[in-house]
């Protein structure tokens, strides 16, 4: 969670740099924005039984149908493949696997006993050898102050919302495009 508000604090400011504006954001017209909300919802909801993980993967289905519907709009291409590859290490391992290593690496060792116990929940779990495609997992540690382990799927992922926020900065009204003589193209 750090992670995605250091991501949204340099996107802004970037964008700010870049001349931009946060009010160019609500002219992106992000369409099924409701499939995204349930999708994270479906993330943290734990029931018992099998169905955390079916939860899990059917999160990953919204989000993906979410991001492909919106793959006009900049930084969308990126979210998708973040979310493929998420999803994909997490379907083939029923969890995503979490590298030692790079929980020791980014200040987390103590959490190791928490993925490892019998209420570790599904979302995550400590990477053994029997993983799949265990690179695709949370093997990359960021250090204090964000103490974070995260997956190659992330950085695309925040690499996206980063391209959307300010692209999305930098976006001008239609009057004030019009305003401007700028030519406007349907479409």
């Given at each position: 969670m750090k992670l995605l508000a250091l991501t949204l604090l340099l996107s802004v400011a970037v964008g700010y740099l870049l001349g931009g504006r946060v009010s160019g954001l609500g002219g992106l017209r992000l369409r099924w924005a409701p499939l995204a909300l349930a999708a994270l919802v479906l993330q943290v909801i734990v029931p018992p039984g099998t169905w955390p993980l079916v939860l899990l993967l059917?999160?990953?289905?919204?989000?993906?149908?979410?991001?492909?519907?919106?793959?006009?709009?900049?930084?969308f291409w990126l979210i998708l493949v973040g979310v493929a590859l998420n999803f994909a290490v997490i379907g083939l391992n029923g969890g995503m696997p979490v590298s030692a290593g790079a929980l020791a690496a980014s200040g987390q060792a103590s959490t190791v006993g928490e993925l490892t116990?019998?209420?570790h929940g599904v979302k995550h779990h400590l990477a053994t050898g029997t993983d799949t495609a265990g690179f695709l997992g949370d093997v990359i540690a960021i250090p204090p102050p964000l103490a974070?382990?995260?997956?190659?799927?992330?950085i695309f992922t925040y690499g996206g919302v980063a391209v959307v926020v300010i692209s999305g900065m930098r976006r001008r009204g239609a009057a004030e495009s019009v305003g401007r003589g700028e030519v406007q193209h349907a479409g």
């Open positions: 059917t999160s990953f289905v919204l989000l993906s149908v979410f991001v492909v519907v919106n793959r006009r709009i900049a930084g116990g019998p209420d974070q382990a995260i997956s190659l799927g992330d």
